[in-house]
Structure formats: C-alpha cells, structure tokens
C-alpha cells in the first residue's frame, strides 16, 4: 500500500520493511561487537519499540537479558513534554550495562528522563539503540549510541510507531501527508 489513511488522516510510506531490517541488522551488529562478554540488559520502551525490539533481538548473538517498560510522552500527533510511566522497572541495575531500546527518537525528553533514573540506579553503563532518529527535532545533549537511520522531523506510523494506538501493526513506515 502506498497510501493508507488512518482515522482522519492520511499517510504515504516513507520507509519499508526491507530498509527497517537492514537497519535494525546493522543497529544489531554495532551491540554484537560493542557488548560481547558484557552480558548486558537490553530495556524495551513500550509500546512503540516491541517490533523492532523483536527483530533486533532475533539478530543479537551475545548472552544477554531482555525487560520492558512502558513509558508514554504524546497525546495524538504531538508530544505533551510530559514522560509518564505506565509500567515500571522491576530489575536491579547497579553495577549493570544496560541498553535501552527505543523505536524512535525525537525531542529527546522520554530519553533523557530514562536515562536519569537509571544512573540514579547505578547502572555501570548506560547506552540507547534507536531505530530511528530525528536531528532536526533532537533539544538535549547526550549520545545516541546506536542508531538504525536518520529520518526527517514529520510524523510517522507504522512498525510499533502509531497514531492515537492506531497503526503499529503496519510492516512499513508511514509519513503524515500534510
């Protein structure tokens, strides 16, 4: 489909599913080699990263563990600058590496308020793997250490990413027609 409307509005796509495995593939291959023998704990960001957290861990070969938090910043199509966390934490990190698992990457807010309350739980090291990346969006100031690709500053849908929880399903990235 090149074309889909959902709700009200209508999206075209902008990145397929062919881009978004060879991007998680070399997201995958930077952790191998960076984190072999650290045995490291990968947090997933619900509900938008499950997709790529599932294909990424299908391509992860280092001994490692997997747990999963339910964070939420947006209302609609925007971001309320506001981090809320809907399901918590439940593992001990001090002394841990640890790998946060984000779909998408935009202001920067939802990360920066994570990584605060993991090095407050003395994680040993603390590293972000995104599938995608926003620059001309991004307003805070720390390392985004694995990144599948840059995208521009629009709205987008599909692969976990939605629209008022619409649309996650979709195996192709979608941007807002405007």
Do not use: W
């Not at 984190?35 to 990424?56: C, E, H, Q, R, S």
């Not at 603390?126 to 694995?146: M, W």
């Not at 692969?159 to 990235?173: C, K, Q, V």
Request: charged fraction near 30%; aromatic fraction near 10%.
């Amino acid at each position: 489909m090149k074309k889909i409307k959902v709700k009200d509005l209508e999206f075209s796509v902008s990145i397929t599913a062919d881009e978004i495995d060879k991007a998680t593939q070399k997201v995958a291959e930077e952790i191998n080699r960076d984190l072999k023998g650290k045995t490291p704990l990968f947090l997933v960001i619900l509900n938008g990263a499950f997709m790529f957290a599932a294909d990424l861990f299908k391509k992860i070969n280092i001994e490692c563990e997997v747990s999963f938090v339910k964070l939420s910043s947006y209302v609609g199509t925007k971001t309320t600058s506001t981090v809320r966390e809907l399901i918590g934490l439940d593992e001990v990190l001090k002394d841990r590496y640890v790998v946060i698992v984000e779909d998408i990457i935009d202001t920067g807010i939802t990360m920066e308020n994570t990584i605060q309350k993991l090095k407050h739980l003395e994680a040993a090291d603390v590293r972000i793997a995104s599938l995608l990346f926003k620059p001309d969006a991004f307003q805070k100031d720390y390392p985004i250490d694995y990144i599948g690709m840059e995208i521009p500053n629009e709205f987008i849908i599909g692969y976990g990413l939605d629209y008022d929880g619409y649309a996650r399903n979709l195996p192709d990235i979608y941007t807002l027609i405007k």
